[in-house]
């Protein structure tokens, strides 16, 4: 599944559950859980905190993959 794939069924199944993610972390922290292994393996140094910040450096990573063909 491609990223932005999976964030939109992230966000649609996240309304349902709004008691699971407590604060934006936790949120952060699911999405990554969540994420195929080859990007998250690449993110979980990174440390990023915030939802927003890891969405769009998943979409980043994901596009690198695709222009060197590893997607």
């Known amino acids: 599944m491609m990223v932005d794939q999976y964030e939109a069924k992230f966000v649609k199944l996240f309304r349902f559950t709004p008691r699971l993610v407590e604060n934006w ?35 980043l990573m994901e596009w690198d993959l695709i222009i060197r063909g590893q997607t």
């Open 25 to 59: 972390e936790d949120e952060a922290k699911r999405f990554l859980n969540g994420l195929r292994s080859d990007i998250k393996g690449q993110l979980v140094p990174l440390n990023l905190k915030g939802y927003n910040e890891l969405y769009k450096q998943v979409q």
